[in-house]
């Protein structure tokens, strides 16, 4: 393969990793500069400790046990998943909790949102503190000392606690992000006695929200010492070479900097960054008038999960998120995950086929791993002829070196087909249609719940399992352009390798957005940049040219949704003053992603947040040679079941492919990390850059038989779509709040109604609103029979009348279908009902 990236350690190897769920991905750089790849279990340990450095070891041809020094090696650049693992598992560092007092409760009370509210026995998640000092200390929210911190009492605690074996410790205390006294206090003291590990709330996330920032702070102190042990092991085998990890927020650190609250999304964030310069590099290559900027989607579909994520020319973040139950509030790749990967579940609860949550992983892995594993998604594919044994890794067996196991997929499926009453393959193809809707509705809360018109974007799929599924998951979003790089298969990794290397300082400033607000803003923004500046030098980066980017925070007075504006660097532009800049780029934004504007409110400057970069590899990949497009080779012809009907489909290895050809579908494109399906009516093209472009040319139809019975597939596609409707209508309503009620505790429901004013489907919500909302719907239809009309809204919270109680306001909206006459009733009606504290009753 070409060079992709200029040569850095000349005469020596690079190598850039991804350690995912199921599989590790590695591409190395040969000294000369040209890349290979390799793909190995990330969990065998019959076979090896660590995969990433066996990886290392079976490229550079050295035996089990023996060491990788910088001779070899320039320098190794990875993304993992130990921080997650160990959060999701609940395997951190034992960690004591420091915590203003009278507070002891406050990480568990939380927000008191319940994430489950259907289950009868309700679980907790694990608390990842093992325990508490309350420290007698307080700082007024305007920096007033409310009580001196005791040092003597807390000395006293501290060593009790020392003496259990603890060695980790989270101090947060009452608005401690912005007055930090305390807290130095504290960790000085901690320090003294000898705590190995000490993560304070001010350094980890000096941003407003206690229960947040406390989550936050603990989840630094239980996770930074698993990763540093990690990290430590992998240097162990791989003396003096220099080690950086890949952050959250997709920029690389070296990996004596590497924290745990910047490492929860470590691998996908490598995988945004593959997306994003290659999809680059591809635009620039076929621009045109009318398509002249970057618009993608990003699909990642791994053993494990899947990953969706929007790219329009700029990195998206978000700065507050809930991983395994924790809440974080440090920056990072705007992701958005759903459990439906190559490993995912098959079930069938007697009546509706089910996909996931549950993953089979690496061990045991899908019933073709030949380890006895359970149905999943990788094994549905095999049924329907879209993986091929022959062309995929044989890496499974006793002795990690036999094909996938056909046969046993073949026979679990026939017995589970006796139980859906439909053929294995329907079964199988039902299973593969219920993952692309989950994928699909994924896609959009990142795209069309953000204002972003997604039939103008090219879907760029990668993964190990993403190009098994592009094509059905656009045709499921109406897109007609897939994206495929030749390194998609380890994509993350290759991202890995051409991540900048940048550092993220963030602070609170909660400021009217004014121009006497500015000085102190931008005194703010000089002292990050300062700050954030130093943080790379510490990292040894040299001469290297240092960027910074700023960026302001910004959301209506009352509300909690900020939105992260560039902040414009000089004044003037337009004749506008830089407080009017942001003003209209707030408003642009907002408008675009929840499609109104609030007039007469005032913006405030939540928080600033400075970025330093130094600009990492991009890959140079020269145009090839093009040819005359010809009949592709192709080493088989094999059946494909697709759309309830068998095909002959040229079975194609990407390596016979030269720039120009064009394969028509039904077609099978088998490479050495990863499969690509062209469905029938899509048409494969190789460019010049050696990119797979899947381009729709036949228009799609679909056609459902209406029957008397219900399909097991269908029932599930349409409830999963149904309720996607009403999470995004509990989002818009969550993020657009001013109660606190709804915006923190999430006290209001969503859901669908039908002509009569049946329950169709809720979001996971309230149920004591959900039970009672169809007699308010009902109510309406019965007062307004005849007075209804588009663009209507009704509001009520009668009790009497389906209400719960009076501050339980209720609007419920009529929805006609396009080109509806009129004189016609409505179709269907929505209904949101939320706690409104300022309602009496």
């Given at each position: 393969?070409?060079?992709?990236?200029?040569?850095?350690?000349?005469?020596?190897?690079?190598?850039?990793?991804?350690?995912?769920?199921?599989?590790?991905?590695?591409?190395?750089?040969?000294?000369?500069?040209?890349?290979?790849?390799?793909?190995?279990?990330?969990?065998?340990?019959?076979?090896?400790r660590?995969?990433?450095?066996?990886?290392?070891?079976?490229?550079?041809?050295?035996?089990?046990?023996?060491?990788?020094?910088?001779?070899?090696?320039a320098?190794?650049?990875?993304?993992?998943?130990?921080?997650?693992?160990?959060?999701?598992?609940?395997?951190?560092?034992?960690?004591?909790?420091?915590?203003?007092?009278?507070?002891?409760?406050?990480?568990?009370?939380?927000?008191?949102?319940?994430?489950?509210?259907?289950?009868?026995?309700?679980?907790?998640?694990?608390l990842?503190?093992?325990?508490?000092?309350?420290?007698?200390?307080?700082?007024?929210?305007?920096?007033?000392?409310?009580?001196?911190?005791d040092?003597?009492?807390?000395?006293?605690?501290?060593?009790?606690?020392?003496?259990?074996?603890?060695?980790?410790?989270?101090?947060?205390?009452m608005?401690?992000?912005?007055?930090a006294?305390?807290?130095?206090?504290?960790?000085?003291?901690?320090?003294?006695?000898?705590?190995?590990?000490?993560?304070t709330?001010?350094?980890?996330?000096?941003?407003?929200?206690?229960?947040?920032?406390?989550?936050?702070?603990?989840?630094?102190?239980?996770?930074?010492?698993?990763?540093?042990?990690?990290?430590?092991?992998?240097?162990?085998?791989?003396?003096?070479?220099?080690i950086?990890?890949?952050?959250?927020?997709?920029?690389?650190?070296?990996?004596?900097?590497?924290?745990?609250?910047?490492?929860?999304?470590?691998?996908?964030?490598?995988?945004i960054?593959?997306?994003?310069?290659?999809?680059?590099?591809?635009?620039?290559?076929?621009?045109?008038s009318?398509?002249?900027?970057?618009?993608?989607?990003?699909?990642?579909?791994?053993?494990?999960?899947?990953?969706v994520?929007?790219?329009?020319?700029?990195?998206?973040?978000q700065?507050?998120?809930?991983?395994?139950?924790?809440?974080?509030?440090?920056?990072?790749?705007?992701?958005?995950?759903?459990?439906?990967?190559?490993?995912?579940?098959?079930?069938?609860?007697?009546?509706?086929?089910?996909?996931?949550?549950?993953?089979?992983?690496?061990?045991?892995?899908?019933?073709?791993?030949?380890?006895?594993?359970?149905?999943?998604?990788?094994?549905?594919?095999?049924?329907?002829?879209?993986v091929?044994?022959?062309?995929?890794?044989?890496?499974?067996?006793?002795?990690a070196?036999?094909?996938?196991?056909?046969?046993?997929?073949?026979?679990?499926?026939?017995?589970?087909?006796?139980?859906?009453?439909?053929?294995?393959?329907?079964?199988?193809?039902?299973?593969?249609?219920?993952?692309?809707?989950?994928?699909?509705?994924?896609?959009?809360?990142?795209?069309?719940?953000?204002?972003?018109?997604?039939?103008?974007?090219?879907?760029?799929?990668?993964?190990?399992?993403?190009?098994?599924?592009?094509?059905?998951?656009?045709?499921?979003?109406?897109?007609?352009?897939?994206?495929?790089?030749?390194?998609?298969?380890?994509?993350?990794?290759?991202?890995?390798?051409?991540?900048?290397?940048?550092?993220?300082?963030e602070?609170?400033?909660?400021?009217?957005l004014?121009?006497?607000a500015?000085?102190?803003?931008?005194?703010?923004?000089?002292?990050?940049?300062?700050?954030?500046?130093?943080?790379?030098?510490?990292?040894?980066?040299?001469?290297?040219?240092?960027?910074?980017?700023?960026?302001?925070?910004?959301?209506?007075?009352?509300?909690?949704?900020?939105?992260?504006?560039?902040?414009?660097?000089?004044?003037?532009?337009?004749?506008?003053?830089?407080?009017?800049?942001?003003?209209?780029?707030f408003?642009?934004?907002?408008?675009?992603?929840?499609?109104?504007?609030?007039?007469?409110?005032?913006?405030?400057?939540?928080?600033?947040?400075?970025?330093?970069?130094?600009?990492?590899?991009?890959?140079?990949?020269?145009?090839?040679?093009?040819?005359?497009?010809?009949e592709?080779?192709?080493?088989?012809?094999?059946?494909?079941?697709?759309?309830?009907?068998?095909?002959?489909?040229?079975?194609?290895?990407?390596?016979?492919?030269?720039?120009g050809?064009?394969?028509?579908?039904?077609?099978?494109?088998?490479?050495?990390?990863?499969?690509?399906?062209?469905?029938?009516?899509?048409v494969?093209?190789?460019?010049?850059?050696?990119?797979?472009?899947?381009?729709?040319?036949a228009?799609?139809?679909?056609?459902?038989a209406?029957?008397?019975?219900?399909?097991?597939?269908?029932?599930?596609?349409?409830?999963?779509?149904?309720?996607?409707?009403?999470?995004?209508?509990?989002?818009?309503?969550?993020?657009?709040?001013?109660?606190?009620?709804?915006?923190?505790r999430?006290?209001?429901?969503?859901?669908?109604?039908d002509?009569s004013?049946?329950?169709?489907?809720?979001?996971?919500?309230?149920?004591?609103?959900?039970?009672?909302?169809?007699?308010?719907?009902?109510?309406?239809i019965?007062?307004?029979?005849?007075?209804?009309?588009?663009?209507?809204?009704?509001?009520?919270?009668?009790?009497?009348?389906?209400?719960?109680?009076?501050?339980?306001?209720?609007?419920?909206?009529?929805?006609?279908?396009?080109?509806?006459?009129?004189?016609?009733?409505?179709?269907?009606?929505?209904?949101?009902?939320?706690?409104?504290?300022?309602?009496?009753?």
């Amino acid at each position: 393969m070409q060079d992709l990236s200029p040569v850095r350690g000349a005469g020596r190897w690079q190598f850039w990793i991804d350690r995912g769920g199921t599989f590790t991905d590695l591409v190395g750089k040969r000294p000369d500069g040209s890349l290979t790849t390799y793909k190995l279990l990330s969990d065998n340990p019959e076979q090896y400790r660590d995969a990433a450095v066996a990886g290392i070891r079976h490229l550079l041809g050295l035996k089990a046990g023996e060491p990788v020094t910088s001779v070899q090696v320039a320098c190794v650049k990875m993304g993992t998943t130990v921080a997650t693992n160990a959060l999701l598992e609940r395997k951190g560092e034992p960690t004591l909790l420091v915590i203003t007092r009278g507070f002891r409760d406050a990480l568990r009370i939380g927000y008191q949102n319940r994430p489950r509210l259907f289950e009868r026995q309700i679980v907790l998640p694990e608390l990842l503190y093992s325990a508490v000092i309350e420290a007698r200390e307080r700082m007024g929210a305007r920096g007033e000392v409310i009580e001196t911190l005791d040092e003597v009492a807390l000395t006293t605690e501290l060593v009790a606690q020392f003496e259990t074996g603890i060695r980790s410790v989270a101090i947060v205390f009452m608005h401690g992000y912005r007055y930090a006294a305390h807290e130095l206090a504290a960790r000085r003291i901690a320090q003294e006695i000898g705590f190995i590990q000490i993560s304070t709330s001010h350094e980890t996330s000096p941003m407003m929200k206690f229960v947040s920032r406390g989550d936050t702070t603990v989840a630094d102190a239980y996770l930074s010492p698993i990763l540093r042990r990690y990290v430590d092991q992998v240097a162990t085998d791989m003396p003096g070479v220099k080690i950086f990890c890949m952050q959250s927020s997709g920029g690389l650190t070296d990996a004596r900097a590497f924290q745990g609250k910047d490492a929860i999304l470590s691998g996908p964030a490598g995988g945004i960054v593959g997306m994003a310069r290659t999809a680059e590099l591809a635009f620039a290559a076929s621009a045109t008038s009318e398509n002249p900027d970057v618009k993608v989607i990003g699909f990642d579909m791994g053993g494990t999960s899947t990953d969706v994520s929007h790219y329009a020319g700029e990195f998206e973040r978000q700065f507050e998120t809930q991983v395994a139950g924790v809440r974080m509030r440090a920056p990072m790749m705007s992701i958005h995950t759903v459990a439906a990967g190559g490993g995912s579940l098959l079930a069938f609860d007697g009546a509706r086929l089910r996909v996931g949550p549950r993953s089979a992983g690496a061990n045991p892995g899908p019933a073709s791993y030949r380890r006895g594993g359970p149905l999943a998604i990788t094994d549905a594919n095999l049924l329907v002829g879209k993986v091929q044994p022959g062309y995929f890794p044989k890496v499974f067996g006793p002795h990690a070196d036999e094909a996938l196991d056909a046969e046993v997929v073949q026979r679990k499926f026939r017995a589970l087909a006796a139980l859906t009453g439909l053929s294995a393959e329907d079964t199988a193809e039902g299973f593969i249609h219920i993952a692309v809707q989950q994928m699909a509705n994924a896609i959009k809360k990142i795209s069309v719940a953000r204002g972003y018109d997604v039939t103008r974007y090219t879907l760029q799929c990668f993964g190990g399992a993403g190009g098994q599924h592009a094509c059905l998951v656009a045709d499921a979003l109406a897109m007609t352009r897939v994206l495929v790089h030749p390194l998609a298969g380890v994509l993350s990794a290759y991202g890995m390798g051409l991540a900048d290397q940048s550092v993220i300082r963030e602070h609170a400033v909660e400021l009217k957005l004014t121009e006497n607000a500015l000085p102190s803003i931008l005194a703010t923004l000089d002292q990050l940049a300062v700050a954030a500046r130093a943080g790379l030098l510490r990292q040894q980066t040299g001469t290297a040219e240092v960027q910074v980017r700023r960026r302001v925070h910004v959301r209506y007075d009352g509300s909690d949704s900020a939105l992260v504006l560039p902040f414009p660097e000089l004044e003037g532009s337009q004749s506008l003053t830089v407080v009017e800049q942001i003003e209209v780029s707030f408003e642009a934004a907002y408008r675009q992603r929840f499609a109104f504007l609030m007039q007469g409110k005032g913006l405030v400057v939540e928080a600033v947040s400075v970025e330093a970069v130094v600009s990492g590899d991009n890959p140079a990949e020269p145009p090839r040679e093009m040819f005359a497009p010809r009949e592709v080779p192709r080493r088989d012809t094999v059946r494909m079941y697709s759309g309830g009907q068998w095909h002959a489909a040229a079975l194609v290895v990407r390596e016979d492919m030269r720039c120009g050809d064009v394969l028509t579908g039904p077609a099978v494109i088998a490479e050495q990390n990863a499969t690509t399906v062209v469905e029938p009516g899509w048409v494969a093209n190789l460019t010049a850059l050696d990119h797979l472009v899947l381009e729709r040319r036949a228009q799609r139809v679909i056609r459902y038989a209406a029957g008397t019975t219900a399909d097991p597939v269908l029932l599930e596609v349409f409830n999963n779509l149904f309720m996607n409707i009403a999470e995004q209508m509990g989002l818009q309503l969550q993020n657009t709040a001013y109660s606190v009620n709804i915006k923190e505790r999430l006290d209001f429901s969503c859901a669908l109604f039908d002509a009569s004013g049946n329950l169709i489907a809720n979001a996971p919500h309230m149920p004591v609103h959900l039970g009672s909302m169809g007699e308010s719907i009902q109510t309406v239809i019965r007062n307004n029979a005849g007075a209804v009309h588009p663009g209507d809204v009704f509001v009520l919270n009668d009790p009497y009348h389906g209400g719960t109680h009076l501050p339980d306001i209720t609007v419920i909206t009529p929805v006609y279908l396009a080109n509806t006459p009129s004189t016609a009733s409505p179709t269907f009606y929505v209904g949101s009902r939320g706690h409104h504290a300022d309602v009496g009753g």
